[in-house]
């Protein structure tokens, strides 16, 4: 049986509500999911009632973008973090605000290029929750002004393009404590994106690992076979788990699916125990 431990909602920039999300992940046969949405865990709620519906086990989580000293920007998943109050649930309400402040520049900045946007506008494409790039991306397609999502990032919205703004982060290192702080366990997503090479992010995640550091997603929707492998043995070799995801977000990643990526992946459930031996009393 498998699971998928990389999943977002509406909650943050994904197109299928939380409770679609788990009738999706019901339809693939999941036994087990985590909500991983940006910054929150607004679809929380949602989402378990869904999967007790379905009978499938529910994992609360969030996705970071935190700063770490010899990569930049790294993400991070966070499991096992409840709603309500504690260490990193409180840094999650600056982070959303934070993440509000930078949008309203980006809405600036696309109308300075001479486009027709508000934000009301991407607001409203959100549905009134965790509007993100994506939601701009759509309404750039709707508009006319490109062709379609990965163009309006290649364009105005990816790092080093014209509408693109940079936002307030997490220390990764005070990340992982807070998480840990919380009772919660963190995980490297999709390390293919630090942007150092093999053997730097070896270095670099023995230190974190030192630090916390609970896993690293290594059955990633995106990766060869032989990435999948690779990071999965440098996860054993560093005491910590293989987790794996989709990363689904629905259309606005296309071609991605609930459970099993662009068709291959395979996320067995074992890794769901590994994760839980992870935990530390917060």
Same mark, same amino acid.
């Given at each position: 049986?498998?699971?998928?431990?990389?999943?977002?909602?509406? @909650?943050?920039?994904?197109?299928?509500?939380?409770?679609?999300?788990?009738?999706?992940?019901?339809?693939?046969?999941?036994?087990?999911?985590? /909500?991983?949405?940006?910054? &929150? /865990?607004?679809?929380?709620?949602?989402?378990?009632?869904?999967?007790?519906?379905?009978?499938?086990?529910?994992?609360?989580?969030?996705?970071?973008?935190?700063?770490?000293?010899?990569?930049?920007?790294?993400?991070?998943?966070?499991?096992?973090?409840? !709603?309500?109050?504690?260490?990193?649930?409180?840094?999650?309400?600056?982070?959303?605000?934070?993440?509000?402040?930078? &949008?309203? +520049? $980006?809405?600036?900045?696309?109308?300075?290029?001479?486009?027709?946007?508000?934000?009301?506008?991407?607001?409203?494409?959100?549905?009134? +929750?965790?509007?993100?790039? !994506?939601?701009?991306? @759509?309404?750039?397609?709707?508009?006319?002004?490109?062709?379609? $999502?990965?163009?309006?990032?290649?364009?105005?919205?990816?790092?080093?393009?014209?509408?693109?703004?940079?936002?307030?982060?997490?220390?990764?290192?005070?990340? $992982?404590?807070?998480?840990?702080?919380?009772?919660?366990?963190?995980? $490297?997503?999709?390390?293919?994106?630090?942007?150092?090479?093999?053997?730097?992010?070896?270095?670099?995640?023995? %230190?974190?690992?030192?630090?916390?550091?609970?896993?690293?997603?290594?059955?990633?929707?995106?990766?060869?076979?032989?990435?999948?492998?690779?990071?999965?043995?440098?996860?054993?070799?560093?005491?910590?788990?293989?987790?794996?995801?989709?990363?689904?977000?629905?259309?606005?990643? !296309?071609?991605?699916?609930?459970?099993?990526?662009?068709?291959?992946?395979?996320? !067995?459930?074992?890794?769901?125990?590994?994760?839980?031996?992870? %935990?530390?009393?917060?």
């Amino acid at each position: 049986m498998a699971v998928d431990l990389h999943l977002h909602s509406t @909650a943050s920039d994904g197109t299928e509500p939380p409770s679609g999300v788990v009738a999706l992940a019901a339809a693939a046969g999941l036994t087990a999911i985590a /909500l991983t949405d940006h910054d &929150n /865990l607004d679809g929380v709620a949602e989402a378990r009632e869904a999967a007790d519906v379905h009978g499938i086990e529910f994992v609360a989580g969030t996705e970071l973008s935190v700063v770490w000293e010899s990569s930049g920007a790294v993400h991070l998943l966070v499991y096992f973090l409840e !709603p309500g109050t504690g260490p990193l649930q409180d840094r999650l309400e600056w982070l959303q605000r934070a993440r509000s402040t930078r &949008n309203e +520049r $980006i809405a600036e900045r696309l109308r300075e290029l001479g486009i027709d946007l508000s934000y009301d506008e991407v607001v409203v494409e959100a549905g009134g +929750r965790g509007v993100g790039r !994506p939601h701009f991306a @759509a309404l750039l397609v709707a508009k006319g002004y490109v062709a379609d $999502i990965a163009g309006a990032f290649d364009r105005y919205l990816a790092a080093g393009r014209p509408a693109y703004v940079g936002r307030e982060r997490l220390d990764a290192l005070d990340a $992982i404590r807070l998480a840990r702080a919380s009772g919660a366990v963190p995980v $490297i997503a999709h390390p293919h994106t630090i942007g150092i090479s093999a053997d730097e992010y070896r270095d670099a995640f023995r %230190q974190l690992a030192g630090e916390g550091l609970g896993g690293i997603e290594a059955h990633y929707a995106e990766y060869e076979p032989a990435m999948r492998a690779h990071l999965a043995e440098l996860s054993r070799d560093l005491g910590v788990v293989a987790t794996g995801g989709s990363d689904f977000h629905g259309s606005y990643k !296309p071609g991605l699916y609930v459970g099993v990526g662009r068709g291959d992946l395979d996320v !067995p459930d074992s890794v769901l125990d590994e994760l839980r031996a992870q %935990q530390r009393p917060g």
